[in-house]
């Protein structure tokens, strides 16, 4: 504090203060360029210590050197590349320079991942050198001797909280009119900022080439080079064109490597180079303009798949199509069409190929809906998912009933050929093409619950992109679906092959019934739990009136009064469960959680399974535990297979229990937004999906396949780092 | 029967490893969500059909924060635009224990005494919201118009600084998208990389 009265007196006599200011700064100027001292080149902030860097002793005329900005940082605490990633801003620096002097821009070394929880930033920690490429001119002369280099630097230092900072730092050098004979160097200087220089990025060599094509989900980054690294970083230099905490897959291959980068979502644009800093693990960097190349020259098979391009995604739709023909709740469906094939086989070919494009076209328009729906919801802002229909009491209670009506059919208890439609000849071609068309309706809702399990990579895809992506995978799918009746009704010589009509039909058409009655079953323990058990009874009581239906169609077949009457209590069968549903049905999610749990408590001892929510996730991992989670649902019938033959056998449960793997089930019978997001962030939209955590959140989640055997969650869980490292502190801590 | 069943479960594993990204998307519906805020008062976004909606990543101990509070720059959006008829949600997703945590009764002593004037401030420690918006940084700004379309997400201005003396010479997007979408006008600018410190999610440390 100065006194009063000096202050005042100070006021007076401005004059002399200044002046005496002035010598004292001088003074002190004077004796800071005499001593040479870099001191002012170094500056102690918060966590770190930054200094200037200026190799050469002197400066004179026609001189190039390198000088760097140096920090030196507490352990866990970090400054930024030049694109930061998720958050953080790089170094700056403002020169002051004598005339004659000019500094190039700073210069970035590679930098380091440093994730932060779902985030992931890009830069340094310990310590850095930025180096900056100085040159003085010729026209520099030693007038304003010694020269003042100085620079305003800004930074923002981060580890769990962020700090800026600044500093001005200054060095002087002794200014030369002519390069000396021996010129003075400051070594340690000029070997760490060329320690730094050696991590800077090169311009890739002219032999190698750096290339990219786009995927749905992002960029294949193609590197063609000498040598074939077993793994690569990319670091973009633009800031929203990748998404910078996905994780960056690699394919080495025999002359270079790929690398599968994940777009940023809000992605504005296509872009035309991909531009960026290529680390490979040997410490080289190379700076690469990437260009886009349409021929991904995909030199293998895997990386397209585990890409899921478009193409490979409805390959696989297609492919899975033809295999839903052989499920055991499409099978009978098929059978029926099969039988038909063989009593029209007599039948002209054109009327087969119509047949078979119609019951195509079947299939292909329920797909379509199907589709169109789920995208209409989705656009209105509905979390669903492929199976949603079974979240549904009165979709479930419906499909239970056609099923059953089905089963009365095949079992014998009427003829669907003569009782629904008219025997009049005339009528026989339109109903054998209605036929034909609702066939396939009827073979695309049976196998809805069967397309899950097999095609949930496929159709989360789908799902995912636009919808233009999302019709041409279940086009494919309907198509793949459609296809071995399409050829048979092409190749009509191959239907030969089929035995001639008799009484064998009739046999095998009531054993297909067995089948019917036992989804019926599964139908109707999925609806009690979704409905609960008051609404059963309205299911079961409409069943019974399917019956006398089906009785009134079988007993007098083709008279329009029993069919009007038919019709009616048909009608009333319907009303009966849609009323019960709303009136007595109780779907709650608390209700169905228990129940499934009640059930899976039969074969595991104290159940180790805890519900799945988002929280209970993040609590888990935070605590160092990996975590297991089973996404399930009692209407998905594979769901409830591997929970009892793989999760549930003694040797997993043990392993699972001994592991210290924390195990949440997400139980998806009744609609949940927070387990269908949990499943998009995995890229898939239905269940069965079994995810595994590792304990560190910035480590990707491992999603196993739909298909379980016990080794594939041994092996899953062996590959998890060790959990008695939870303790430690998470290493890189941004 | 057997052998394409044994396969196809293989290339579905394979097809399944690549994860997507569940970011909210520019133009795209704002996925909807509830929260309680400093005075115990629930907000669903859906609520808010019909208005235009700000969310505001805050966590008052970040100095990129801090430069638009201490500078008076966000109070003064937050007046502009909540006197018009938007409703602006700041959101605190800083987990419990981490910078820019704050119980009910300290956030709103804070927001007294910088004269903060949102329509609520939302309390997320779980991180639920921010997760769901995928929130990076502090400010992370969000603007949904009154179909619940997301319309810019991003950068509150064009300087990713701390410095409050850049704040008069500094574009501000979220003015801008506001001003733009009343206007009828398409948004200029839709979506910015937000910068800031990182949100203090659970586990981030």
Sequence with gaps: ?734 | MTHPRRTLPVLAAVLACTLAAFAVRVGTQAPNFTGTDTHGQTHTLSQYHGQYVVLEWTNNGCPFTRKHYESGNMQALQKKWTSRGVIWLTILSSAPGQQGYMTASDENAYMAREHAAPTAAILDPTGAIGHLYDAKTTPDMVVIDPNGKVIYEGAIDDHPTTDPADIPHSKNYVDAALSEAMDGQPIAVAYTRSYGCSVKYAGAE
């Design chain 1, 1 to 734: 504090m100065i006194a009063e009265p000096q202050m005042r007196a100070r006021l007076r006599t401005p004059l002399f203060s200044s002046l005496l200011l002035a010598v004292v700064c001088a003074a002190l100027c004077a004796a800071s360029a005499s001593a040479q001292s870099d001191a002012h080149a170094t500056a102690s902030a918060q966590h770190l210590t930054v200094s200037l860097l200026v190799p050469p002793r002197q400066l004179y005329p026609g001189q190039t050197f390198t000088a760097g900005l140096d920090f030196r940082l507490e352990p866990h605490w970090h400054v930024y590349w030049t694109n930061a990633g998720d958050s953080g801003e790089p170094p700056t620096i403002d020169w002051k320079l004598p005339p004659s002097i000019t500094a190039g821009p700073m210069q970035f070394p590679a930098p380091a991942r440093l994730p932060l929880g779902p985030l992931m930033d890009f830069g340094y920690e310990n310590e850095v050198v930025f180096p900056i490429p100085i040159q003085v001119a010729s026209d520099f002369h030693s007038a304003r001797n010694p020269a003042v280099l100085s620079a305003h630097v800004g930074w923002l230092v981060c580890s769990a909280v962020c700090i800026p900072g600044k500093a001005d730092l200054s060095l002087t050098r002794p200014a030369l009119n002519a390069a000396p004979a021996a010129p003075s160097i400051d070594a340690d200087a000029q070997s760490l900022i060329a320690r730094f220089q050696n991590k800077l990025p090169q311009p890739l060599p002219a032999a190698d080439s750096a290339t990219f094509s786009t995927t749905p989900q992002g960029f294949v980054l193609d590197l063609r080079t000498n040598s074939s690294p077993s793994s690569a970083q990319f670091f973009p230099l633009d800031s929203t064109v990748v998404a910078n905490a996905a994780p960056q897959p690699a394919h080495p291959l025999r002359n270079g490597i790929q690398l599968a980068l994940t777009k940023d979502e809000n992605i504005q644009g296509k872009p035309h180079q991909l531009n960026g800093v290529l680390e490979l693990p040997s410490g080289a960097a190379y700076l690469i303009h990437a260009t886009l190349t349409t021929a991904a020259g995909a030199p293998s098979l895997s990386l397209p798949l585990r890409q899921g391009g478009l193409a490979a995604s409805a390959l696989l739709a297609f492919l899975g199509g033809i295999l839903l023909n052989l499920m055991p709740c499409v099978f009978p469906v098929l059978f029926i069409k099969g039988l038909a094939l063989v009593q029209s086989s007599q039948q002209e070919r054109h009327r087969l190929r119509a047949h078979g494009w119609v019951y195509t076209l079947g299939i292909l328009i329920s797909f379509w809906i199907v589709v169109a729906v789920l995208l209409i919801l989705r656009a209105a802002g509905r979390q669903l998912g492929w199976g949603f229909q079974f979240q549904s009491p009165i979709f479930l209670a419906l499909m239970a009933m056609l099923l059953f009506f089905l089963g009365l059919a095949l079992a014998g208890q009427f003829e669907i050929g003569l009782s629904l439609t008219s025997a009049g000849g005339s009528l026989a071609q339109k109903h054998g093409y209605a036929g034909s068309f609702f066939t396939g309706v009827l073979a695309v809702i049976v196998a809805t619950p069967c397309t899950a399990p097999f095609m949930g990579a496929a159709i989360g895809y789908a799902l995912s992109h636009s919808p233009l992506v999302s019709f041409t995978v279940f086009t494919a799918l309907a198509l793949g679906l459609a296809i071995p009746y399409l050829l048979l009704a092409y190749f009509p010589g191959w239907a030969r092959l089929l035995p001639k009509p008799g009484a064998w039909m009739e046999i095998l058409k009531q054993a297909v019934a067995v089948p019917i009655f036992a989804t019926v079953i599964w139908l109707v323990w999925v609806f009690t739990q979704v409905a609960g058990a008051a609404a059963l009874m309205g299911l079961l009581a409409a069943f019974l009136l399917l019956a006398i239906a089906g009785w009134f169609f079988g007993r007098w077949p083709g008279r329009a009064i029993p069919r009007l009457a038919a019709a009616f209590v048909l009608i009333a069968a319907i009303v009966t469960s849609v009323w019960t549903v709303n009136t007595l049905g109780e779907p709650s999610p608390a209700q169905t959680a228990s129940l499934v749990s009640d059930v899976t408590q039969g074969k595991i001892a104290p159940s180790a399974w805890q519900p799945f929510t988002p929280a209970a996730l993040a609590d888990a991992r935070t605590h160092g535990h990996a975590v297991f989670v089973d996404f399930t649902a009692s209407w998905c019938l594979s769901c409830q297979v591997n929970e009892r033959l793989i999760l549930d056998r003694a040797d997993v449960e043990r392993k699972l229990h001994d592991s210290g793997v924390t195990l949440l089930r997400a139980d998806w019978t009744n609609q949940d937004p927070d387990i269908t997001r949990a499943l998009a962030a995995l890229g898939r939209s239905g269940v069965p999906t079994y995810a595994i955590y590792p304990a560190d959140p910035s480590a990707p989640p491992q999603v196993l396949p739909t298909v379980l055997t016990p080794g594939i969650v041994l092996d899953a869980l062996k590959s998890l780092p060790q959990q008695n490292t939870a303790s430690n502190p998470p290493s890189s801590t941004p």
